[in-house]
Structure formats: C-alpha cells, structure tokens
C-alpha cells in the first residue's frame, strides 16, 4: 500500500509541477518597476513615511510581541516560544564570552543579539507574502505607478545606514568606557609617536569611518539584489522557478544576520584592548 502511493504521488507531483512550468510561459504580469530609493506612501505631519519605515516598524512590533509571549509565563519547563528565546539567548551569550570575556561578554550581549534578531527578521519578512506585492497605484512622472505598501527594511540603505552608525558608535563608546576617553583616543591621534604615529592614527580613523560604510553596503547590497532577483525570476517563470531561489534568499538572510552581529562583536573586542603602554591596563579593566 506506502509503494503505491509513492507510486501514484510522484507522477502528480511531476505533473502539477510541469503545468506550473508551462503555465508560466502564459500568465504572465508586467515587470515591477526596480527601484533603490523607498517609496513613501503617507504624510505624517508633513514627514514622508516610507514603505520600508512601516516594514521597520512592523519588524519591531513581531519582534515585541514574540518575546511578550516568550516571557510572559516562564516555566522550568519551557513551552515552544519560550524554548526558543532560550536556545538564542544561551547561544549569543556563549559566542559573546567566548570572544569577549566573561564581564565584557555580557556587555556586548545585548547589542549583539539584538542586531542579529532584527537583522534577521526583516530579512525574512521582506521575503514574506505581500511584501512589494500589496499596494497604491498612484500616477507619477510616467503614468500610473504601482507603490508597495510594505517593502524589506534592509533593502532600504537608510535602515542600513542607521544600523551601522548605531554599531560604529557602540564600538567607540565601549572603546572610551574600558579604556579611558584619552587613551581610546591616543590610537586616533598618536603625537608621541612622531609622523609614522599620526601617520598609523590617522589610518586608524579612515578605518573606523570605513566600517559604516562597509557595515551598510554589505547588507543593503546583499538584501536588495537578491529582492531583484526574486523579482526577475518571477517575472521569466513565474510559480515553481523563484521557489529554489526564495529558499537560498532565506539563507542569505540568516548569513547577512550573523555577519553584522559578528562583526560587531569583534570590533568591539578589538576596541577594549589597549594597544602599546595600554595594553596591561585595557586587561585589568576587561577582567
């Protein structure tokens, strides 16, 4: 009886799959217009709110209530949710420890997680149904434009833009804190150590400026191509085609995710250790 209908599953699976192929080549709908700048979609007050704000936004409130409902009855026995917020919690406190220490771990912790959470869910959800799909027809420079209500916040360099200062900024913070405000910023403005001193600070600032724009581009990059992708593979073969692709975009998302918060992680270990004459101090101040 199981290898009969085996037997009888795989050809209808084989044939539904084939007639979504086929019938791709026949229903077919007009090629979103690709567009990097978000698009607003209301006025508050005479603020433009953006369709990837209201993406941002709606991230935050699924991001709330998950752990609303994850906390709000623990047990020694955990139920699923909280099973979960459990299993991300230990996992990022462990990678934090180990990185960073014991007392400097558990710093970083919370900012790390929650860039990771974030990051992650609103990759996903610009992957979710109705995103860029859902919206307004309004009539624009070329005729009647088609206007998604919610798009991928990451996909917005804005939204990038502010995770990344937030980042940088942590970093130096954290860096001033363990440090001291004087020697932190000794390795940005060395004059004992000559021209090659300023010269190696001077270095040391270009870099720190660099990491907003590496930390944003990264992702608004990775994010935003992989929405086109989706976009022109739906448009060639509709259905069954942008079915692999979703999957590997799923993928991408949780990579994007870990890289940020990673990278966060590591720049801020590497700005509380003290460098030169520093070096004993920055130890004493990390154990």
């Not at 199981?2 to 539904?16: F, G």
């Not at 001291?180 to 000559?194: D, P």
């Not at 021209?195 to 935003?224: D, H, Q």
């Amino acid at each position: 009886m199981p290898r009969n209908r085996v037997a009888w599953r795989t050809p209808a699976i084989l044939t539904v799959i084939l007639a979504l192929l086929v019938g791709g080549f026949f229903f077919r709908y007009e090629m979103p217009r690709v567009q990097i700048p978000a698009e607003p979609v209301l006025h508050v007050a005479g603020f433009a709110v953006t369709n990837t704000i209201l993406a941002t936004w709606l991230v935050i409130l699924v991001l709330v209530g998950f752990f609303r409902l994850a906390t709000r009855r623990m047990r020694l026995v955990p139920g699923p949710l909280q099973n979960l917020a459990e299993m991300l919690i230990e996992a990022f406190i462990g990678l934090c420890v180990g990185m960073a220490g014991e007392r400097n771990g558990r710093r970083f912790f919370p900012l790390v997680t929650t860039i990771f959470v974030f990051v992650l869910i609103a990759n996903w959800m610009g992957l979710a149904p109705g995103f860029g799909s859902i919206g307004l027809v309004e009539q624009g420079e070329h005729g009647a434009e088609f206007v998604p209500l919610l798009r991928g916040a990451t996909s917005d360099l804005n939204t990038t833009l502010a995770l990344a200062l937030s980042s940088v900024v942590a970093i130096q913070v954290y860096g001033m804190r363990t440090l001291g405000v004087g020697s932190y910023l000794s390795r940005f403005f060395n004059f004992r150590g000559g021209p090659v001193g300023m010269f190696v600070g001077l270095l040391e600032l270009i870099s720190e400026l660099a990491k907003v724009v590496s930390f944003s581009f990264r992702l608004f990059g990775n994010i935003f191509a992989g929405e086109v992708l989706l976009t022109v593979i739906a448009f060639l073969l509709p259905f069954v085609a942008a079915i692999p692709f979703l999957g590997l975009e799923l993928f991408v998302g949780v990579v994007q995710a870990f890289i940020f918060s990673m990278l966060t992680l590591v720049f801020l270990t590497m700005a509380t250790i003290g460098h030169g004459e520093h070096h004993e101090e920055a130890v004493e101040h990390g154990r």
